[in-house]
């Protein structure tokens, strides 16, 4: 996760200084064509290039949301990229240009943000306060995602209207864009109450997620499938020989004492399933190789020469586990699970469902 979010961090440093650097080469081209706006950063365009311009900010969108895509399997940790991607990536765009053009000159300077599917017109503060936003948001939902989320129809409504107040508060003005003018009054009522609806819905939400009462089952998106028993008889199942199915202590056990035996439980169960992700991915990458070129040989790495270089695979047999390691891997993060599963119910129970961390289900 540490080092997901640091790239994430980075990609989006280096894309907002690659479009900020775009527009001091543009700034540069204009001034030496005699086209310079002191006032109003706005150029008037020919539509071959608005049309270009357009289909740049489309692909800058695409960029951003693919990223987001491929930086986890979770949705919210997805829409939790996206959204610090797009933040940070806003956020040094802006520093770029103060810090080469010395341009904004104040937060109440005007911009042209987009041209989808209008010219969003607003002083600089308004985009720098969404972003940072975003960037609060998006750490939040990357950081919590392995938490059950219900999101139902009413808080998806919200919060796209909030979303939709403040683009409405962007496009209010549009034709002043066109008409190259300068912008006089921003409706700043329009965008701080889009602002406050979606950041107070979803605090709201997201309390009643930390208290457990947006509870549900998680649903695997993993490609792997495996066959074997159903799921009762992998519950009765889990314990091994000898051990006692019950949670240790009396049942007048203190949540202090219940909490302290959960905490460490927990983070062996995280800790095996690393493990078993780490397996996964290693033996589904095997597959795929196997199945695109299935004359590749897998190597014992004491074997150093083949005839044909391309013939080797980069996995040596010694990287792959034994079927015993596999076994007693499977059986630990049974045993474990149902011991953090019983140990949840219990805090539940005690009213400390904020101690609990949910799996992962952001819309239901």
């Keep these: 996760?540490?080092?997901?979010?640091?790239?994430?961090?980075?990609?989006?440093?280096?894309?907002?200084?690659?479009?900020?650097?775009?527009?001091?080469?543009?700034?540069?081209?204009?001034?030496?064509?005699?086209?310079?706006?002191?006032?109003?950063?706005?150029?008037?365009?020919?539509?071959?290039?608005?049309?270009?311009?357009?289909?740049?900010e489309a692909c800058t969108l695409v960029v951003l949301g693919v990223v987001a895509c491929l930086a986890d399997r979770r949705w919210a940790a997805r829409i939790g990229s996206f959204l610090l991607l797009f933040g940070i990536w806003d956020l040094t765009y802006y520093g770029v240009l103060k810090l080469i053009l010395d341009w904004p000159a104040s937060l109440t300077t005007w911009d042209i943000l987009f041209l989808i599917p209008l010219p969003w017109i607003a002083p600089v503060w308004a985009p720098v306060l969404a972003a940072a936003v975003f960037v609060v948001v998006g750490s939040y939902l990357f950081w919590t995602s392995a938490r059950s989320r219900t999101y139902g129809w009413t808080d998806a409504a919200i919060l796209f209207a909030s979303a939709f107040t403040i683009v409405a508060a962007f496009?209010?003005?549009?034709?002043?864009?066109?008409?190259?003018?300068?912008?006089?009054?921003?409706?700043?009522?329009?965008?701080?109450?889009?602002?406050?609806?979606?950041?107070?819905?979803?605090?709201?939400?997201?309390?009643?997620?930390?208290?457990?009462?947006?509870v549900v089952a998680r649903k695997s998106g993993s490609p792997l499938q495996t066959r074997g028993p159903d799921a009762t008889h992998l519950a009765e199942s889990a314990v091994k020989p000898g051990t006692d199915r019950s949670v240790s202590?009396?049942?007048?056990?203190?949540?202090?004492?219940?909490?302290?035996?959960?905490?460490?439980?927990?983070?062996?169960?995280?800790?095996?399933?690393?493990?078993?992700?780490?397996?996964?991915?290693?033996l589904q990458r095997l597959g795929g190789g196997l199945r695109t070129h299935p004359a590749?040989?897998?190597?014992?790495?004491?074997?150093?020469?083949?005839?044909?270089?391309?013939?080797?695979?980069?996995?040596?047999?010694?990287?792959?586990?034994?079927?015993?390691?596999?076994?007693?891997?499977t059986d630990d993060i049974r045993e474990t699970a149902r011991r953090v599963e019983d140990l949840r119910e219990r805090l539940i129970l005690m009213g400390r469902s904020d101690i609990v961390e949910q799996p992962d289900e952001f819309f239901h």
Excluded: C
């Design 1 to 56: 996760m540490k080092t997901r979010y640091v790239s994430l961090v980075l990609l989006a440093l280096a894309f907002g200084w690659i479009e900020g650097s775009v527009v001091v080469y543009l700034r540069e081209i204009y001034e030496a064509g005699g086209l310079n706006a002191p006032v109003f950063p706005l150029v008037f365009l020919s539509e071959r290039l608005t049309r270009v311009e357009i289909v740049r």
């Design 171 to 214: 496009l209010a003005d549009w034709r002043i864009a066109v008409e190259q003018q300068v912008p006089q009054r921003f409706h700043a009522w329009l965008f701080w109450a889009g602002v406050a609806l979606g950041v107070l819905w979803f605090v709201r939400t997201e309390r009643g997620v930390t208290a457990g009462s947006r």
């Design 296 to 329: 590749r040989l897998v190597l014992d790495s004491r074997r150093e020469s083949v005839e044909d270089p391309h013939e080797r695979d980069v996995m040596t047999i010694q990287s792959l586990p034994t079927v015993s390691t596999l076994i007693e891997l």
């Design 249 to 282: 202590g009396p049942a007048s056990q203190t949540a202090d004492a219940v909490i302290a035996d959960y905490r460490p439980q927990k983070r062996k169960l995280d800790t095996l399933l690393e493990e078993a992700t780490a397996i996964g991915d290693l």
